[in-house]
């Protein structure tokens, strides 16, 4: 993507996949502590993180703002300008900091992602080790985020179903998602599941589930305003309601 909002990859459908806990990006491992996100002249919305504080760095409130524009408006219709006037910066010290659009699109997306890698950076320790009951607690760390960072769960829903975002983004996502995959398998007990079945299988097979049930949510939010961050509770219980399916017809009686 250029910096008059022209995509430079093009505008591949993009890969879509889920993870195995149904919430598209899986996080990355070891990255920072959660950052703020601000919204337009520095107020965040409830349950948006810690509020900008007045010094903070130039750096951090323009990826605050970015955050907040990208997420409002997308690629191609956000803009620099604004973006420096909800940071209070001018548009040249954007620029000093990130060189592009693109530059800054690509940082944004990487600050939206930070809140999750470090929630579940800090619970890694101490996930359950039955594989679903696994796979519950990630679907819970990670909307509790969401509704805690609506604008960081509105860019990256964007980055995913947005058909102006290039492929190049879509692929910082699913790097970020495949950087923590371990977390489903580092010591996950196998006693319970069926004679021959590995957890490799079993989580492949539930990757392969996230990837049928994500185009039908991507679907119904596409043209929501809230890109469905209304309905994510709604989403998450049919996604537990498909687990419990597939768990016992993966487990022994």
Do not use: C, N
């Not at 022209?6 to 959660?34: E, L, N």
């Not at 800054?104 to 359950?128: F, G, K, M, N, T």
């Not at 509770?233 to 419990?244: C, F, G, I």
């Amino acid at each position: 993507m250029a910096d008059d909002g022209t995509p430079s990859s093009g505008t591949p459908a993009g890969d879509h996949r889920a993870g195995p806990d149904g919430f598209g990006s899986r996080g990355r491992r070891g990255t920072a502590a959660p950052s703020a996100q601000g919204g337009a002249g520095g107020a965040s919305p409830r349950g948006a993180g810690p509020r900008r504080t007045a010094d903070a760095s130039p750096r951090e409130r323009i990826l605050d703002a970015a955050v907040a524009e990208f997420a409002d408006r997308g690629y191609l219709r956000a803009s620099l300008s604004r973006i420096a006037r909800r940071a209070g910066v001018a548009k040249s010290l954007v620029l000093y900091y990130f060189g592009s659009k693109d530059d800054l699109y690509r940082a944004a997306v990487d600050r939206a992602l930070q809140p999750i890698e470090a929630a579940l950076e800090e619970a890694a320790p101490d996930l359950p080790r039955d594989l679903f009951e696994r796979l519950r607690r990630l679907g819970a760390i990670k909307l509790q985020v969401y509704r805690d960072r609506p604008d960081a769960y509105r860019l990256i829903v964007r980055s995913m179903v947005d058909p102006a975002v290039s492929a190049e983004f879509r692929q910082q996502l699913a790097e970020a998602a495949a950087r923590s995959q371990d977390l489903l398998y580092r010591d996950v007990d196998t006693g319970r599941l069926r004679p021959g079945v590995t957890v490799q299988e079993a989580v492949e097979l539930l990757m392969l589930l996230g990837d049928g049930l994500m185009p039908r949510i991507f679907a119904a939010i596409r043209q929501r305003p809230d890109l469905g961050y209304a309905d994510l509770d709604r989403w998450v219980a049919k996604w537990e309601r498909y687990l419990e399916l597939v768990r016992d017809g993966l487990y022994q009686p």
